[in-house]
């Protein structure tokens, strides 16, 4: 259920804003092939509201009216025909509200048109008070690497984070890093491991309350997922996205953490989580999609 929009639906979204490290030319891991992978999102958020027999009966969008027509209708007419696991409480079915985070992904086509579909998504209320999460208690932002800073490297890494019982970091790892600066494919991949590697060495010096409620409190450790943005620039420590607003990237590849066996649901998507929060990973993730994220 993808959907095609011409180029002025996408105002804003055009690549040329990209900085570029290096003059390319069009051969295999240039700028000019790097620069044909950058895709455009943005993250939308709001509430599903969920029957007791797991359909979705409503969604609510955040700021609807600052969003574009075409992705309106795309994740509507999408979350109507999601089906979730129902949620049980006290033995009982019950209906539910659950706040979503969804990112929309837009690439351009041959003929100047955009496919917009939708990749990733969330369900997970982002609460430092709830006892049955995990909370920070100090969790100093990583310094900007001096190579990357120098190069211009710009980026997101999205974090998992294997927090132990005494709330301390046992292991981290980027399941994703994303680039929001235009260089070879060489550069890319040496800029993700130093983003990468920047942001894990910060996060194990991090501490974390631990849960001390609800069935995840026995656990022997717990996976948290924490996005980390490098920008530069006017607006740097107000995150790297603006609700409602496309942003260009080149997608890094989404990987998997040598502890990590499996993961709940198919759907999630590191990525699909807003900055400024610490995510679980593994239970209290919010409810179960049963069904693909754009239908059949």
Known sequence: MNVRIG???LAGVLLLGLPSMVVAEPSPGSVAQVRQQVESSMLVSGDVHIETDGSVSRLV???????????VKLVRDSALQWRFEPIV????LVR???PMSLRVVARKLEGGSY??????????????????????IQMDPPRYPELAFRAGATGSVYLLVKVGRDGKVEDAFAEQVNLTFLSRESDQRRFREVLARNAIAAAKGWTFRVPTEGDVASRPYWNVRVPISYAMGPGRDKGAETYGRWVSYVAGPRERAPWRTEDRNVEASPDSLAEGGVYMADGNSGPRLLTPLQGG
């Open 115 to 136: 496919e917009v579909s939708l990749r990733g998504v969330s369900f997970q209320k982002y609460d430092s008070t709830d006892p049955q999460n995990v909370a920070s």
């Open 7 to 9: 180029a002025l639906g």
């Open 61 to 71: 969008l955040r700021q609807e009216e600052t969003l574009p027509e075409g992705v």
């Open 89 to 92: 409480v006290d033995g009982k």
């Open 96 to 98: 539910a509200v659950a």
